[in-house]
Nanobody
Framework: QVQLVESGGGLVQAGGSLRLSCAASGRTFSRYTMGWFRQAPGKEREFVATIIRSGGSTYYADSVKGRFTISGDNAKNTVYLQLNGLKPEDTAVYYC?????????????????WGQGTQVTVSS
């Protein structure tokens, strides 16, 4: 079993920054792909970013490319999402997820484990 716990969300003004953390416990993640998704009120959950833990290769949604950065620390079993240049439309609950497969994973149904989410609110 794997447990994921997100932290770092909060209220920030447009143009500001936040860093989200996702601490994992349970099995080691050296072979997992990790991802971040978000869900705004009244909208479907959408892909944000993914990272292959072993190699660190990353992939981003077009809407966040150049503003968000996903990274991982295998020694700490933690994945981060640095959010820069935040916009009001980035307001959502952000979820961390783990997939027991190699390669980028962009589809939420392919992830095996999920965190509880952390709220990010961007004011204009």
């Amino acid at each position: 079993q794997v447990q994921l716990v997100e932290s770092g969300g909060g209220l920030v003004q447009a143009g500001g920054s936040l860093r989200l953390s996702c601490a994992a416990s349970g099995r080691t993640f050296s072979r997992y792909t990790m991802g971040w998704f978000r869900q705004a009120p009244g909208k479907e959950r959408e892909f944000v970013a993914t990272i292959i833990r072993s190699g660190g290769s990353t992939y981003y949604a077009d809407s966040v490319k150049g503003r968000f950065t996903i990274s991982g620390d295998n020694a700490k079993n933690t994945v981060y999402l640095q959010l820069n240049g935040l916009k009001p439309e980035d307001t959502a609950v952000y979820y961390c997820a783990a997939a027991s497969r190699l390669g980028w994973v962009l589809t939420d149904t392919l992830y095996d484990y999920w965190g509880q989410g952390t709220q990010v609110t961007v004011s204009s």
